[in-house]
């Protein structure tokens, strides 16, 4: 089993940045990918981003390239999700998951996933 747990949501103006983290734990050695998904109310989940948890090699969502950067510590098994120039759209649940397949944009490809932690972009 894994765990995943994140945290770093909160209130911010648009324009602003956010640093999401998503700390993993338990059986991780078999985990080759991490990824982040959002979910905005009457919306359908979507994928953001995912990083391969060996290599490092990265995937975004095209809303997001440019604005959002993915990262990963191996020492602290956590990933980083850094959010600059944040717009009213970018506002949702943002969801880690972990899964034992490689990169992909797919919610069935992961296995595990947090709570989830809110972004909220207001005035």
């Known amino acids: 089993q894994v765990q995943v747990v994140e945290s770093g949501g909160g209130l911010v103006q648009p324009g602003g940045s956010l640093r999401l983290s998503c700390a993993a734990s338990g059986s991780i050695f078999s985990i080759n990918a991490m990824g982040w998904f959002r979910q905005a109310p009457g919306k359908e989940r979507e994928f953001v981003s995912a990083?391969?948890?060996?290599?490092?090699?990265?995937l975004y969502a095209d809303s997001v390239k440019g604005r959002f950067t993915i990262s990963r510590d191996n020492a602290k098994n956590t990933v980083y999700l850094q959010i600059n120039s944040l717009k009213p759209e970018d506002a949702a649940v943002y969801y880690c998951a972990a899964g034992y397949l490689g990169l992909s944009t797919k919610r069935g490809a992961y296995s595990y996933w947090g709570q989830g932690t809110q972004v909220t972009v207001s005035s």
């Open positions: 990083i391969n948890w060996s290599g490092g090699r990265t």
